[in-house]
Protein backbone atom coordinates (compact mmCIF):
# COMPACT_ATOMS: atom_id res chain seq x y z
CA UNK A 1 0.00 0.00 0.00
CA UNK A 2 1.16 3.90 -0.74
CA UNK A 3 2.45 5.34 1.76
CA UNK A 4 0.34 9.08 2.64
CA UNK A 5 3.27 11.28 3.05
CA UNK A 6 2.81 15.26 3.50
CA UNK A 7 1.36 17.67 1.31
CA UNK A 8 3.13 21.45 1.24
CA UNK A 9 0.86 23.97 0.94
CA UNK A 10 2.43 27.52 0.28
CA UNK A 11 -0.08 30.36 1.47
CA UNK A 12 2.60 32.68 2.31
CA UNK A 13 2.40 36.35 -0.46
CA UNK A 14 4.96 36.95 -2.58
CA UNK A 15 6.89 33.05 -1.76
CA UNK A 16 9.28 31.56 -4.18
CA UNK A 17 10.17 27.94 -4.37
CA UNK A 18 13.40 27.18 -4.80
CA UNK A 19 15.49 23.91 -4.66
CA UNK A 20 19.08 23.17 -1.84
CA UNK A 21 20.20 19.97 -2.53
CA UNK A 22 17.50 18.00 -2.24
CA UNK A 23 15.35 20.87 0.05
CA UNK A 24 12.81 22.18 -0.75
CA UNK A 25 13.66 25.96 0.34
CA UNK A 26 10.92 28.82 0.58
CA UNK A 27 11.69 32.56 0.10
CA UNK A 28 10.01 35.52 1.02
CA UNK A 29 11.49 38.77 -0.30
CA UNK A 30 15.28 37.06 -0.51
CA UNK A 31 15.32 35.77 2.66
CA UNK A 32 14.83 31.63 3.94
CA UNK A 33 11.55 30.95 5.52
CA UNK A 34 11.52 27.45 5.57
CA UNK A 35 12.97 24.69 4.36
CA UNK A 36 12.16 20.41 4.14
CA UNK A 37 13.66 17.45 2.50
CA UNK A 38 11.77 16.32 -0.60
CA UNK A 39 11.12 12.71 0.27
CA UNK A 40 9.45 13.82 2.98
CA UNK A 41 6.91 15.35 0.54
CA UNK A 42 4.26 13.75 -1.68
CA UNK A 43 2.99 17.26 -3.20
CA UNK A 44 3.60 21.20 -3.20
CA UNK A 45 0.44 23.38 -3.87
CA UNK A 46 1.27 26.79 -4.28
CA UNK A 47 -1.42 29.43 -3.82
CA UNK A 48 0.17 32.83 -5.42
CA UNK A 49 2.15 34.06 -8.72
CA UNK A 50 6.11 33.95 -7.41
CA UNK A 51 6.23 30.63 -8.65
CA UNK A 52 9.38 28.62 -8.19
CA UNK A 53 13.07 27.44 -9.92
CA UNK A 54 13.69 25.83 -12.87
CA UNK A 55 16.05 23.44 -10.72
CA UNK A 56 12.72 22.74 -8.55
CA UNK A 57 10.28 22.07 -11.17
CA UNK A 58 12.55 19.48 -12.89
CA UNK A 59 13.60 17.85 -9.79
CA UNK A 60 10.29 17.53 -8.68
CA UNK A 61 9.06 16.05 -12.10
CA UNK A 62 11.97 13.38 -11.46
CA UNK A 63 11.03 12.49 -8.20
CA UNK A 64 7.57 12.35 -8.79
CA UNK A 65 6.42 14.82 -6.78
CA UNK A 66 3.67 16.56 -7.79
CA UNK A 67 4.00 20.62 -8.09
CA UNK A 68 0.76 22.34 -8.88
CA UNK A 69 0.60 26.18 -8.87
CA UNK A 70 -2.95 28.04 -7.56
CA UNK A 71 -4.08 31.72 -7.10
CA UNK A 72 -3.67 33.15 -4.15
CA UNK A 73 -7.93 31.97 -3.65
CA UNK A 74 -7.71 28.58 -5.07
CA UNK A 75 -7.94 28.86 -9.16
CA UNK A 76 -6.49 25.62 -10.84
CA UNK A 77 -3.21 27.69 -13.03
CA UNK A 78 -0.52 25.39 -13.86
CA UNK A 79 0.86 21.97 -12.97
CA UNK A 80 4.22 20.57 -13.09
CA UNK A 81 4.11 16.60 -14.17
CA UNK A 82 7.13 14.59 -14.82
CA UNK A 83 7.21 11.48 -17.33
CA UNK A 84 4.26 9.38 -17.99
CA UNK A 85 4.36 6.34 -15.43
CA UNK A 86 2.41 3.34 -16.03
CA UNK A 87 2.22 0.61 -18.44
CA UNK A 88 1.28 1.87 -22.03
CA UNK A 89 -1.19 -0.98 -22.88
CA UNK A 90 -3.46 0.09 -19.73
CA UNK A 91 -3.25 3.56 -21.21
CA UNK A 92 -4.50 2.21 -24.49
CA UNK A 93 -7.41 0.34 -22.67
CA UNK A 94 -8.57 3.66 -21.07
CA UNK A 95 -8.37 5.12 -24.44
CA UNK A 96 -10.49 2.60 -26.32
CA UNK A 97 -12.96 2.65 -23.11
CA UNK A 98 -13.29 5.88 -23.53
CA UNK A 99 -14.46 6.10 -27.24
CA UNK A 100 -16.79 3.34 -26.70
CA UNK A 101 -20.14 4.86 -25.00
CA UNK A 102 -21.39 1.73 -23.80
CA UNK A 103 -18.08 0.88 -22.38
CA UNK A 104 -18.40 4.04 -21.18
CA UNK A 105 -21.83 3.59 -19.38
CA UNK A 106 -21.35 1.15 -16.58
CA UNK A 107 -18.78 2.64 -15.15
CA UNK A 108 -20.02 5.98 -15.21
CA UNK A 109 -23.46 4.88 -13.58
CA UNK A 110 -20.89 3.39 -10.52
CA UNK A 111 -19.00 7.07 -10.29
CA UNK A 112 -22.66 8.82 -9.85
CA UNK A 113 -24.06 6.08 -7.69
CA UNK A 114 -20.98 6.55 -5.02
CA UNK A 115 -22.07 10.27 -4.98
CA UNK A 116 -25.80 9.68 -4.85
CA UNK A 117 -25.42 7.26 -2.09
CA UNK A 118 -23.01 9.35 -0.13
CA UNK A 119 -24.57 12.16 -0.74
CA UNK A 120 -27.69 10.40 1.23
CA UNK A 121 -25.51 9.70 4.19
CA UNK A 122 -24.48 13.74 4.78
CA UNK A 123 -28.06 14.78 4.86
CA UNK A 124 -29.53 11.41 6.52
CA UNK A 125 -27.06 12.45 9.29
CA UNK A 126 -28.74 15.74 9.66
CA UNK A 127 -31.75 13.93 10.39
CA UNK A 128 -30.11 11.65 12.54
CA UNK A 129 -28.49 14.09 14.98
CA UNK A 130 -30.20 17.32 15.04
CA UNK A 131 -34.12 16.26 14.38
CA UNK A 132 -35.05 19.41 16.39
CA UNK A 133 -32.83 22.11 14.80
CA UNK A 134 -33.79 21.02 10.84
CA UNK A 135 -36.70 20.63 8.75
CA UNK A 136 -37.29 17.09 8.83
CA UNK A 137 -39.44 16.45 5.79
CA UNK A 138 -37.51 18.72 3.60
CA UNK A 139 -34.19 16.26 3.93
CA UNK A 140 -36.49 12.89 4.31
CA UNK A 141 -37.92 14.27 1.08
CA UNK A 142 -34.76 15.05 -0.58
CA UNK A 143 -33.06 11.94 0.83
CA UNK A 144 -35.99 9.59 -0.98
CA UNK A 145 -35.37 11.71 -4.30
CA UNK A 146 -31.77 10.45 -4.42
CA UNK A 147 -32.69 6.99 -3.36
CA UNK A 148 -35.03 6.65 -5.81
CA UNK A 149 -32.60 8.36 -8.45
CA UNK A 150 -29.91 5.81 -7.52
CA UNK A 151 -32.40 2.74 -8.33
CA UNK A 152 -33.19 5.30 -12.06
CA UNK A 153 -29.63 5.80 -12.69
CA UNK A 154 -28.63 1.64 -12.98
CA UNK A 155 -30.88 1.47 -16.48
CA UNK A 156 -29.57 4.00 -18.09
CA UNK A 157 -28.82 3.58 -21.73
CA UNK A 158 -26.68 6.79 -22.64
CA UNK A 159 -24.40 8.97 -20.80
CA UNK A 160 -26.73 11.83 -20.97
CA UNK A 161 -29.25 10.37 -18.98
CA UNK A 162 -26.53 9.85 -16.06
CA UNK A 163 -25.68 13.25 -16.51
CA UNK A 164 -29.35 14.66 -16.25
CA UNK A 165 -29.86 12.38 -12.87
CA UNK A 166 -27.03 13.71 -11.84
CA UNK A 167 -27.47 17.15 -12.28
CA UNK A 168 -31.29 16.90 -10.65
CA UNK A 169 -30.24 15.66 -7.82
CA UNK A 170 -27.25 17.81 -7.40
CA UNK A 171 -29.88 20.48 -7.42
CA UNK A 172 -32.23 18.80 -4.73
CA UNK A 173 -29.19 18.03 -2.52
CA UNK A 174 -27.86 21.57 -2.50
CA UNK A 175 -31.47 22.62 -2.39
CA UNK A 176 -31.64 21.31 1.42
CA UNK A 177 -28.05 21.89 2.23
CA UNK A 178 -29.02 25.36 4.37
CA UNK A 179 -30.65 23.20 6.79
CA UNK A 180 -27.70 21.17 7.91
CA UNK A 181 -26.00 24.52 9.10
CA UNK A 182 -26.64 24.87 12.64
CA UNK A 183 -25.15 27.75 13.50
CA UNK A 184 -24.12 31.43 11.70
CA UNK A 185 -27.06 30.56 9.57
CA UNK A 186 -27.30 34.76 9.05
CA UNK A 187 -23.45 34.30 7.27
CA UNK A 188 -23.35 31.02 6.00
CA UNK A 189 -26.00 30.20 3.12
CA UNK A 190 -26.28 29.41 -0.03
CA UNK A 191 -29.49 30.31 -2.60
CA UNK A 192 -27.56 27.89 -5.23
CA UNK A 193 -24.79 26.29 -5.98
CA UNK A 194 -22.17 28.82 -8.05
CA UNK A 195 -18.43 29.60 -8.52
CA UNK A 196 -15.84 31.58 -10.93
CA UNK A 197 -16.37 33.10 -8.43
CA UNK A 198 -18.31 31.78 -5.89
CA UNK A 199 -21.06 34.55 -4.84
CA UNK A 200 -21.24 33.44 -1.20
CA UNK A 201 -18.78 32.11 1.97
CA UNK A 202 -20.87 28.52 1.84
CA UNK A 203 -19.53 28.39 -2.02
CA UNK A 204 -16.20 29.46 -1.80
CA UNK A 205 -15.60 27.18 0.91
CA UNK A 206 -16.48 24.64 -1.22
CA UNK A 207 -15.13 25.68 -4.69
CA UNK A 208 -11.64 25.85 -2.64
CA UNK A 209 -11.87 22.94 -1.15
CA UNK A 210 -13.17 20.93 -4.26
CA UNK A 211 -10.02 22.39 -6.16
CA UNK A 212 -7.58 20.80 -3.86
CA UNK A 213 -9.50 17.27 -4.21
CA UNK A 214 -9.27 17.78 -7.44
CA UNK A 215 -5.09 18.00 -7.07
CA UNK A 216 -5.14 15.08 -5.08
CA UNK A 217 -7.25 12.78 -7.63
CA UNK A 218 -5.15 13.60 -10.45
CA UNK A 219 -2.05 12.40 -8.67
CA UNK A 220 -3.91 9.52 -7.49
CA UNK A 221 -4.09 8.51 -11.23
CA UNK A 222 -0.76 9.50 -12.23
CA UNK A 223 0.44 7.44 -9.92
CA UNK A 224 -1.03 4.49 -11.30
CA UNK A 225 -0.31 4.80 -14.70
CA UNK A 226 -4.16 6.63 -15.71
CA UNK A 227 -4.24 10.00 -17.69
CA UNK A 228 -6.59 12.10 -15.38
CA UNK A 229 -7.61 13.98 -19.15
CA UNK A 230 -9.28 11.41 -20.63
CA UNK A 231 -12.64 10.48 -18.85
CA UNK A 232 -15.78 8.30 -19.19
CA UNK A 233 -18.67 10.66 -17.98
CA UNK A 234 -17.16 14.55 -18.12
CA UNK A 235 -16.87 15.25 -22.05
CA UNK A 236 -13.37 15.87 -23.18
CA UNK A 237 -12.38 19.11 -23.22
CA UNK A 238 -8.93 21.02 -23.87
CA UNK A 239 -7.31 21.53 -20.71
CA UNK A 240 -9.70 19.62 -18.20
CA UNK A 241 -8.71 16.52 -15.94
CA UNK A 242 -12.03 14.55 -17.16
CA UNK A 243 -10.93 11.54 -14.82
CA UNK A 244 -9.94 13.23 -11.80
CA UNK A 245 -13.45 15.40 -12.03
CA UNK A 246 -15.48 11.63 -12.77
CA UNK A 247 -13.99 10.22 -9.55
CA UNK A 248 -14.64 13.01 -7.71
CA UNK A 249 -18.12 12.61 -7.82
CA UNK A 250 -18.45 10.55 -5.38
CA UNK A 251 -15.75 11.84 -3.21
CA UNK A 252 -17.34 15.50 -2.77
CA UNK A 253 -19.97 14.81 -0.22
CA UNK A 254 -17.34 12.92 1.99
CA UNK A 255 -14.60 15.04 1.90
CA UNK A 256 -15.79 17.92 1.43
CA UNK A 257 -19.43 18.96 2.52
CA UNK A 258 -19.02 17.25 5.56
CA UNK A 259 -15.59 19.10 6.44
CA UNK A 260 -17.36 22.73 5.35
CA UNK A 261 -20.41 22.05 7.56
CA UNK A 262 -18.31 20.50 10.27
CA UNK A 263 -16.23 24.05 10.53
CA UNK A 264 -19.12 26.10 9.85
CA UNK A 265 -21.26 24.50 12.75
CA UNK A 266 -18.17 24.24 15.21
CA UNK A 267 -17.60 27.77 14.47
CA UNK A 268 -13.94 27.10 13.85
CA UNK A 269 -14.47 29.56 10.47
CA UNK A 270 -15.96 33.04 10.88
CA UNK A 271 -18.15 35.44 8.29
CA UNK A 272 -14.85 37.72 9.31
CA UNK A 273 -12.43 35.77 7.23
CA UNK A 274 -14.27 36.69 4.28
CA UNK A 275 -14.11 39.49 1.82
CA UNK A 276 -16.60 40.64 -0.94
CA UNK A 277 -14.91 41.90 -4.36
CA UNK A 278 -16.52 44.49 -6.67
CA UNK A 279 -17.41 42.19 -9.43
CA UNK A 280 -19.33 39.87 -6.33
CA UNK A 281 -16.71 37.48 -6.11
CA UNK A 282 -16.83 36.43 -2.20
CA UNK A 283 -12.88 35.15 -1.02
CA UNK A 284 -11.18 33.52 1.71
CA UNK A 285 -8.32 35.91 3.43
CA UNK A 286 -5.15 34.25 4.58
CA UNK A 287 -6.13 33.04 7.66
CA UNK A 288 -8.90 31.80 7.38
CA UNK A 289 -7.50 29.43 4.05
CA UNK A 290 -4.58 28.73 6.45
CA UNK A 291 -7.26 27.40 9.39
CA UNK A 292 -9.28 25.44 6.21
CA UNK A 293 -5.85 23.85 4.55
CA UNK A 294 -4.91 22.41 8.34
CA UNK A 295 -8.85 20.85 8.72
CA UNK A 296 -7.91 19.28 5.39
CA UNK A 297 -4.81 17.90 6.07
CA UNK A 298 -5.99 16.83 9.37
CA UNK A 299 -8.96 15.16 7.62
CA UNK A 300 -6.51 13.21 5.61
CA UNK A 301 -4.68 11.71 8.31
CA UNK A 302 -7.49 10.03 9.97
CA UNK A 303 -8.22 6.36 9.14
CA UNK A 304 -11.29 4.22 7.63
CA UNK A 305 -12.16 1.02 7.10
CA UNK A 306 -12.31 0.79 3.31
CA UNK A 307 -15.67 -1.29 2.11
CA UNK A 308 -14.45 -2.96 -0.65
CA UNK A 309 -10.78 -3.77 0.28
CA UNK A 310 -11.92 -4.29 3.72
CA UNK A 311 -8.86 -2.91 4.83
CA UNK A 312 -7.76 0.02 7.44
CA UNK A 313 -6.14 3.23 5.44
CA UNK A 314 -5.53 6.91 5.94
CA UNK A 315 -8.27 9.06 4.35
CA UNK A 316 -6.06 10.90 2.06
CA UNK A 317 -5.15 7.62 0.29
CA UNK A 318 -8.16 6.70 -0.68
CA UNK A 319 -8.18 8.54 -4.05
CA UNK A 320 -5.22 6.48 -4.36
CA UNK A 321 -7.23 3.21 -3.63
CA UNK A 322 -9.98 4.48 -6.07
CA UNK A 323 -7.77 4.92 -9.44
CA UNK A 324 -6.14 1.75 -8.48
CA UNK A 325 -9.64 -0.16 -8.42
CA UNK A 326 -10.31 1.35 -11.32
CA UNK A 327 -6.92 0.04 -13.14
CA UNK A 328 -7.86 -3.34 -12.39
CA UNK A 329 -11.08 -2.55 -13.72
CA UNK A 330 -9.88 -1.68 -17.03
CA UNK A 331 -7.17 -4.28 -16.99
CA UNK A 332 -9.73 -7.18 -16.44
CA UNK A 333 -8.78 -7.76 -13.18
CA UNK A 334 -12.26 -6.86 -11.80
CA UNK A 335 -15.70 -7.38 -13.77
CA UNK A 336 -17.03 -3.48 -12.39
CA UNK A 337 -15.54 -0.61 -11.28
CA UNK A 338 -16.27 -0.70 -6.95
CA UNK A 339 -17.02 3.42 -6.26
CA UNK A 340 -16.52 4.52 -2.58
CA UNK A 341 -19.53 4.10 -0.66
CA UNK A 342 -19.51 5.81 2.99
CA UNK A 343 -20.82 3.80 5.80
Same mark, same amino acid.
Given at each position: ??????????????????????????????????????????????????????? $?? !????????????????????????? !? %????????????? %???????? @????????????????? %????? @???????????????? &???????????? &????????????? #??? /???????????????????????????? /?????????????????????????????? *?? !???? +? #?????? &??? $? #??????????? #??? %?? &??????? @??????????????????????????????????? @???????????????? *??????????? +? !????????????
Amino acid at each position: MKKLLNVLYVSTPNSYLSLDGENIVILVEGSEKFRIPVHNIESIVCFGYMGASPA $LM !GFCAEKGVGLCFLSPYGKFLARVSG !G %VRGNVLLRKKQFC %VSDNENDC @ISIAINFITGKLINSRV %VIDRG @IRDHTEQINVAAIKQA &SAYLKSSTMRLQ &SCKTLDQIRGIEG #DCA /KTYFGVFNELILQQKDSFFMHDRNKRPP /KDKLNAMLSFLYTLLAHDIQSALETVGLDP *YV !GFLH +R #DRPGRA &SLA $L #DIMEEFRAFFV #DRL %VL &SLINRKQ @ITAKGFTTKESGGVLMDTDTRKDVLTAWQKRKQEE @ITHPFLNEKISIGLLP *YVQALLLARHL +R !GDLDAYPPFLWK
